[in-house]
């Protein structure tokens, strides 16, 4: 048996108890009309999508399953144990596994401290998101692929705190999931292209406890210097490797173009469907930029910070192609990995528009 440096148990339970300090209280009736809502507005969303994008899904219809934060928090966990048991398979083979070196009780003690790190987190996290549609989150569904997840409590309760009309809302959400699904499903190269980037980021990870360690210290020593190494990509990326690094930027510039993209189609979509739409994108944008203190070291910690960057930074690289070059030219990002912008081309539209404008004119 693998021994895995991280107390699962312990992380649901303090992650469920993070989760239902600030839970709105849903009645039957409120639930039920979630589940009905949102059973109704996906297809509905997904026309809209395949309508403005032109990308189809090549997995059949989405459906719709509402959970609640406790119920997010679970399937993340299992995610994450799929995503790093490869990592303490090999800590395990190369000797690094603390369990078999250190006593049985400060063994135990350091998962179980790390298991309420880590749920701690995904407990603050359970109380942000709204909607997720996500390859890992999805692997274990009777159908993968096909199952977009909102998250019931979080959509009620800004719905409550802004007075927003709920079905104008929710269908908004809807689209913009769905627009991952379709980036997902309905490219047929890009799901395997992302997996395969993350498990290239997985296997390059050392489990060898000093190296850790040390790149901890060198994060305290860019703070202390008034530096900000969180800023970019997180903890995760202050612990990379020069190697993984590289391949963490890839990601980095993957998930902006997806993002920015996501942003843009729902947007789009909602133009003529959704009259609430841009106080909708305004509120969570404020919602996004008004996090400060604990929240705000949080959100670099887990490289959130970095993710809202993305949104900006996609959002900008998108509407500056189509504007240069139009759809046609935009859409060649579908066609093969060589066209997805690298990270300085995302944030530069410019070094993208010279590098593929050319080729989309030889391919016309």
């Known amino acids: 048996m693998v021994y895995e440096p991280v107390d699962w148990t312990v992380a649901e339970r303090v992650a469920v108890r993070v989760a239902r300090r600030s839970a709105p209280e849903l009645n039957t009736t409120e639930t039920d009309r979630l589940c009905r809502d949102f059973a109704e507005l996906t297809p509905v969303a997904e026309e809209l999508v ?7 899904s090549l997995e059949g219809s989405a459906r719709a399953e509402v959970t609640d934060r406790a119920g997010w928090i679970r399937a993340n966990i299992a995610s994450f144990r799929r995503l790093l048991t490869p990592l303490f398979e090999r800590a395990e083979a190369e000797g690094h596994a603390l369990g078999r070196v250190l ?10 401290a790390a298991g309420a790190e880590l749920g701690a987190v995904l407990g603050w996290m359970s109380t942000r998101v709204l909607g997720q549609y996500d390859l890992l989150f999805t692997e274990d569904a009777d159908s993968p692929g096909d199952v977009v997840y909102y998250v019931g409590p979080n959509v009620v309760s800004l719905e409550r705190r802004h007075g927003f009309p709920a079905n104008e809302f929710r269908l908004w959400i809807a689209i913009h999931e769905l627009t ?14 992302f997996l395969d980037l993350v498990d290239r ?3 390059m990870a050392t ?7 040390g790149a901890l210290a060198r994060t305290a020593n860019e703070i202390r210097a008034h530096r900000n190494p969180l800023a970019e990509s997180g903890l995760v990326g202050v612990l990379a490797s020069p190697e993984q690094a590289k391949v963490l930027r890839q990601v980095q510039a993957l998930m902006s173009l997806l993002e920015g993209h996501g942003d843009t189609v729902m947007n789009r979509a909602a133009a003529d469907r959704i009259p609430g739409a841009k106080r909708f994108a305004d509120t969570l944008q404020a919602r996004r930029d ?4 604990i929240v705000k070291l949080i959100q670099q910690l887990i490289g959130m910070e970095a993710k809202l960057r993305q949104y900006r930074e996609g959002e900008l690289f998108v509407e500056t192609v189509e504007r240069e070059g139009g759809l046609d030219l935009f859409s060649l990002v579908w ?5 997805l912008p690298n990270l300085e081309e995302v944030r530069d539209p410019a070094l993208w528009l010279g590098r593929v404008g050319g080729r989309s004119l030889e391919i016309a």
């Open 201 to 203: 980021a997985m296997s």
């Open 335 to 339: 066609e093969d990995p060589q066209y």
């Open 290 to 293: 008004s996090a400060g203190g």
């Open 50 to 56: 395949t309508a403005t994008t032109g990308l189809a």
């Open 207 to 213: 489990p060898d406890t000093k190296a850790l360690a």
């Open 180 to 193: 991952h699904r379709a980036q997902f499903t309905g490219v047929p190269w890009m799901r395997r292209y």
């Open 103 to 112: 006593p049985g009780p400060v063994a135990k003690a350091g998962r179980a």
